[in-house]
């Protein structure tokens, strides 16, 4: 279906809004085509339109079809249900924003004053009042009653917490594939439809699931993402074009100052992240292979060393955009890599390729957090010496300098993916899921026919590294 009546098409404002809202979700770029497709009509030219729409005719809108993948990022669950109990068990009403750490904390500290509870003190043996104490605050509860609530506001406590570092979590993973897209104010990006455009295309091509595959990662520059850019040429609002993609083509339109502060921007990322994957490093990880090992928390280390990765890619890049690279003469954090699931190592070696080698770089050199709290010292030198040793270019690996632009990819259609392997039918793609198939674990019993029966009828497009393609 296409809108030829203006009557029955969205208004502009409406469709931006929505272009907005995917910035923090994970919509596939043909749906955003088909949105751009929407938002610029009437100020396309012939050509234009027929590239948005080659990609655009693959939307869903258009197919009336259906995906098993996602088109949002897992959110943290909120306080709602601890909060409900709270509020039974003292029996009054707080107002209290459930998915905010801080309100909910603040909820915990009002409920707590009618019992003498405080969030800095949760111990249950330490902390809690004994009768003197309690009927010297006035805690007009039994015994019994006090406990259950001391427990209650503990559990609040830890809630508020765990919401909290959840949500910090989530906000690396969009910055590791959005940049500080999520983070643009509704009116500015509705302000400038055609930079909002490209925002939106480029943010959902960044963030297309990976692929196994030998051939490495597609470039998320493809025609569609170059041909909005050049829409943004005769003068668009390039400050917010730069929080989604630090390159010399957009950050040579912004000022000294408007560079500097987008380097701090993302030095504040890159540290943060670094002091995560610290917390999350499993020291008997062998940093040669990077093999995931039972009970590694591999999705959460991945998505911060995807953060860290293009947070440290955009502080280079704006670094060399201010002509200050001679800083990495003095400290050089390296590249943080991911986690590797063994069948996929195998595979590459099985293949010619072996162990990525920047990896051997990774090993070779301090961990990043150590290097970024000074307690380890990282130079220039040491990271070309051991990309010499691991026979890579330095600057063109992306190690001492921002990696060179690769060629502008042409637009496919996002394939259905089950753990990385492309499967051609997407209610296929749902049950094989649904079984475990691919996922690393032993199919459910129950759907082991269904299962072999999918695999046994072709169902399998994309290339398949596991041996054993039940598992």
Known sequence: MTFRDDRTRPPRRKILVELHASLDRRYRPEDIADLVL??????LSRRERVVLDRAARHASRRQGGFSSMSTD???????ARQVAVATRLFERAVEVDPEDPESLLEFAATMGREIGWTPGRTDFLADRLNREARDA???DVSKRQYNRRFRMLRRLAAKADTLGAEHDKRRLLMAGVTGFGADIAPERFAADADAACFVAYYTARRKVRREFSLSGRENPFDEIASLLLDRCRAGSDWWMIAQVRAAPDVLGHLTEQERGRLLGQWSAVMRHSAELLRGRWNPHTERTTMIVKRGDDSTTWNNLAVAYNTARAGWLACLASLNALDLLDVACPGKAMRLMAADLVNWHSGSGGGVDPNTAVWAALPPPWEVLDGSAIC???????????AQLDPERSGWTMPAPARGVAVFRPTPELVHGVSIADPVWAALLRRAGVFSGKHVKPEMIADAHRGLASGVVAGDLPARNRDR
């Open 73 to 79: 990022y897992a959110r943290p669950v909120g306080g």
């Open 379 to 389: 130079s220039r030198a040491d990271v070309e010496a051991a990309c010499r040793t």
């Open 38 to 43: 929407q938002a610029l009509d009437g100020r």
């Open 137 to 139: 605050a006035g805690v």
